[in-house]
């Protein structure tokens, strides 16, 4: 957990705490604020292979403009078999 997001959750936790003192039915506890942080970080096997796709593109580009088509041709091959997967 980072410094930001310890303050972050300390500062909430304050909140709600006083809010539970003063309405104990309003108070979140802080656990919405480690919710969305958990659901961020969750990345998908979608996300790794749209990632995967991206670099190899840079890389397929890279061998385009150095002229090495046999590479790029297996490059490309890979990229599309990627695309069929999502």
Do not use: C, H, W
């Amino acid at each position: 957990m980072s410094e930001e997001e310890y303050q972050a959750l300390y500062n909430r936790i304050k909140k709600d705490l006083y809010e539970e003192f003063l309405d104990p039915e309003t108070a979140t506890y802080g656990l919405d604020v480690i919710n969305n942080d958990v659901y961020e970080s969750i990345k998908t096997p979608e996300d790794d292979i749209k990632e995967e796709i991206k670099n190899l593109k840079l890389i397929l580009q890279e061998y385009l403009v150095t002229e090495e088509y046999e590479k790029a041709a297996v490059i490309n091959q890979r990229i599309n078999y990627l695309q069929k997967k999502l």
